[in-house]
């Protein structure tokens, strides 16, 4: 299984600020069809995840430019430009290079 | 608007059995995988398993900590999937969550249900 690591494991931030989380992966996440098969999601407070960025670098639709994913291979990079109160909430990066998924242990942003 | 809508969720003693469905709308259901992720309270997500297409065999695949016990089903024509869970044990109490993964290059995980609370206990 591919092991997903996060840091930090908890981010205060204050709003304006900027914020970055990282995301290592035990294995290259290449596919072979040329795409590196990482995502991150946000979950919010009693919500589901949501998608924010997919194939590292792809912003969801309705995901604010603030947010920009990073990295190749087995490094990532999570940064929000401006944190804003909305953004709190628990962060997980996720990889579907191979089954079984598998996430990272997740990074809790909170407003300082 | 893409929607997944999970159904099924409650308590069950231990060794029981429960199944959960995952009903779609918004999309060409037959065109995706369905993943089943599920959460443990203050936990982070976990992959339970996968349901390919048709055109991919409708190949399934399941974590280590639940297969031989749970199973993974679809019915295209109802734009419905499920999960059969049986031989329950407490550590598999958590929210279950369907998602979506197109069949197409390049694809990802992007739409999560709401959930569904499973509580195995006696």
């Known amino acids: 299984d591919i092991v997903m690591t996060q840091s930090p494991l908890s981010l205060p931030v204050i709003p304006g600020e900027p914020a970055s989380i990282s995301c290592t992966s035990s294995?290259?996440?290449?596919?072979?069809?040329?795409?590196?098969?990482l995502a991150w999601y946000l979950q919010k407070p009693g919500q589901s995840p949501q998608l924010l960025i997919s194939l590292v670098s792809n912003r969801a639709s309705g995901v604010p430019d603030r947010f920009s994913g990073s990295g190749s291979g087995t490094d990532f990079t999570l940064k929000i430009s401006r944190v804003e109160a909305e953004d709190v909430g628990v962060y997980y990066c996720?990889?579907?290079?191979?089954?079984?998924?598998?996430f990272g242990g997740g990074t809790k942003v909170e407003i300082k | 608007e893409v929607q997944l809508v999970e159904s099924g969720g409650g308590l069950v003693q231990p060794g029981g059995s429960l199944k959960l469905a995952c009903t779609t709308s918004?999309?060409?259901?037959?065109?995706?995988?369905i993943h089943w992720v599920r959460q443990a309270a203050g936990r982070g997500p976990e992959w339970v398993g996968r349901?390919?297409?048709?055109?991919?065999?409708?190949?399934?695949a399941y974590a280590a900590s639940v297969k031989g016990r749970f199973a993974v089903s679809r019915d295209d024509s109802e734009n419905t999937a499920y999960l059969q869970m049986n031989s329950l044990r407490s550590e598999d109490t958590a929210v279950y969550y369907c998602t979506r993964r197109l069949e197409t290059s390049g694809a990802f995980v992007d739409y999560w249900g709401q959930g569904t609370l499973v509580t195995v206990s006696s």
């Open positions: 294995q290259s996440l290449l596919h072979r069809n040329g795409y590196t098969c």
């Open positions: 918004g999309f060409t259901f037959s065109g995706s995988a």
């Open positions: 349901i390919k297409n048709k055109p991919n065999n409708y190949a399934t």
């Open positions: 996720m990889q579907d290079l191979q089954v079984p998924l598998t």
